[in-house]
T-cell receptor
Framework: DQQVKQNSPSLSVQEGRISILNCDYT??????FLWYKKYPAEGPTFLIS???IKDKNEDGRFTVFLNKSAKHLSLHIVPSQPGDSAVYFC???????????WGAGTKLIIKP | SAVISQKPSRDICQRGTSLTIQCQVD?????MFWYRQQPGQSLTLIAT?????????ESGFVIDKFPISRPNLTFSTLTVSNMSPEDSSIYLC??????????FGSGTQLSVL
């Protein structure tokens, strides 16, 4: 039972355009969501997070949107740069236990 | 934040053998975890490494297969025992430093022949 789903295994975007990565979840008890970025041969690194009391959080070129009614979140990267090429993981947790449940990841490829 | 050194970075092992992965953190941390990422899959928590006591394993993972040591607040090892090709994965050490965010080591790419 996948509680966190990233339905697109890969995404290809032109440099300078917007990249939109999507994530769906099934557990209505999740109230904290994170995005991690992973380069080959490296561990995942924290990118941005959002709590359920917000519907948007922005950090530079990265914005995460949360739609609680749809149990959906998305990560927007504007403008996309070649260094953004990586695998992006969505993760969610219930604040009480802090255990993160992970999606399978989306490989983002930025084309020059 | 935390700097995590994990080794080996990769290994190729024969079926039936065991491999021990080491994780060293540059500061004392309470919460230390071991994850597995099988090809094309999400990160799956294997266990929480507890300092001074037995590790807490998630459903589907057992101590005989994945023994874990945590002798102090900066170091832990994970052993993958009696390996089979199904154990071919990336194994990741991670720590939490006071909030929900996790920091990860660079991972161990394990291939079992």
């Amino acid at each position: 039972d996948q509680q966190v789903k990233q339905n697109s295994p890969s995404l290809s975007v032109q440099e300078g355009r917007i990249s939109i990565l999507n994530c769906d979840y099934t557990n209505s008890m999740f109230d904290y969501f994170l995005w991690y970025k992973k380069y080959p041969a490296e561990g995942p690194t924290f990118l941005i997070s959002i709590s359920s009391i917000k519907d948007k959080n922005e950090d530079g070129r990265f914005t995460v949107f949360l739609n609680k009614s749809a149990k959906h979140l998305s990560l927007h990267i504007v403008p996309s740069q070649p260094g953004d090429s990586a695998v992006y993981f969505c993760a969610a947790s219930e604040v009480e236990n802090y255990q993160l449940i992970w999606g399978a990841g989306t490989k983002l490829i930025i084309k020059p | 934040s935390a700097v995590i050194s994990q080794k080996p970075s990769r290994d190729i092992c024969q079926r039936g053998t065991s491999l021990t992965i080491q994780c060293q953190v540059d500061s004392q941390v309470t919460m230390m975890f071991w994850y597995r990422q099988q090809p094309g899959q999400s990160l799956t928590l294997i266990a929480t490494a507890n300092q001074g006591s037995e590790a807490t394993y998630e459903s589907g993972f057992v101590i005989d297969k994945f023994p874990i040591s945590r002798p102090n607040l900066t170091f832990s090892t994970l052993t993958v025992s009696n390996m089979s090709p199904e154990d071919s994965s990336i194994y990741l050490c991670s720590v939490r430093t006071g909030n929900e965010k996790l920091f990860f080591g660079s991972g161990t790419q394990l291939s079992v022949l």
